[in-house]
């Protein structure tokens, strides 16, 4: 039997995507004195010059800097409880929901959110974003039987991200379960053409890729307090020769804002698509009564 295939999924990355900081500058190296400057020379060393994968790099820099305050997952969360966002969040969460109609809702059209992020996932599980989620990928920690965080867990690299694009579309949200399974187009819950991704650079082409590739919807969000334009040019260049999204707009989730807008309207499009196919569905699958 076919999925309904009646969710819109909405996936955002979250460092300059949701968040105008990094999470780790914002509430965890002020907590632990880290100085952000030698951390991140640091995890290039590791890469230079140890070979390291980034991301790997990154959280091995984490748990040697952390290794003398022994933070749990536990503390990180409650760090995570001091991020803050792009002005608009988080509530356009709830008032994306407004936007469905009541016909909308009689089909059973749904809007679900998702993080993809190589950030760190404790910090996100704390923060006021969390309610409003589905689900949240990120970096994990291992604990030790002291209950400090003491080895990665799971890491989410730039390429990898896009492995979870295919699970929110499958459904299968448990990394233990294989994403690799076959699964025909009509059993997915959420379709590439009922998802849209928000990201804000070259960290994100891979997910934009697949997008692209799959019918899916991408967004680029700059911050549009960046005096430097780097931040600007980081999404412009996504969508010049490389043409790998089709709009930018700045990270303000603001009702009325250019990124908004692009948003509900992005929603209503897919809704309505959705109504329509299930009307279909609907009709065709009506046996007419017999008549004398």
Known sequence: MAAPQNVIG???????????TYMQDEVLFPKFGINPAEFWKRCKKLVDEDGYENELAYLKA???????????????????KGLQFFPGLPEMFEELEVLLSDEHRAMGVKIEHYI????????????RLKPYLTEIFG???????????????????????????FRINKGMLDPAE???????????????????YLGDGPTDVPCFTVMKRFGGHSIAVYNPADK?????????????????????????????????????????????????????????????????
């Open 228 to 292: 430097s334009r780097v931040s600007f040019r980081k999404a412009f260049q996504l969508a010049g020769v490389s043409g790998r999204i089709k709009h930018i707009a700045p990270a303000d989730y603001r009702a009325g804002s250019h990124l908004r807008l692009m948003l509900e309207e992005t929603v209503l499009e897919i809704a309505s698509r959705i109504v329509e196919t299930r009307r279909r569905e609907l009709v065709d699958g009506t046996v007419p009564a017999p008549t004398h």
């Open 139 to 165: 970096c994990e920690f291992a604990e030790n039987s002291a209950g400090r965080i003491s080895f990665p867990r799971r890491v989410i690299s730039h390429t990898a991200k896009t492995q979870y694009l």
């Open 10 to 20: 909405i996936v955002y990355d979250y460092d300059q995507t949701l968040s105008p």
């Open 116 to 127: 993809v992020s190589s950030g760190i996932k404790a910090l996100i599980d704390g923060s």
């Open 62 to 80: 984490m748990i040697d800097y952390l290794e003398m305050d022994g933070p749990s997952n536990k503390d990180l969360e409650e760090l995570g």
């Open 178 to 196: 294989d994403v690799n399974d076959h699964m025909a187009d009509e059993l997915r819950p959420i379709p590439f053409p009922n998802m849209i």
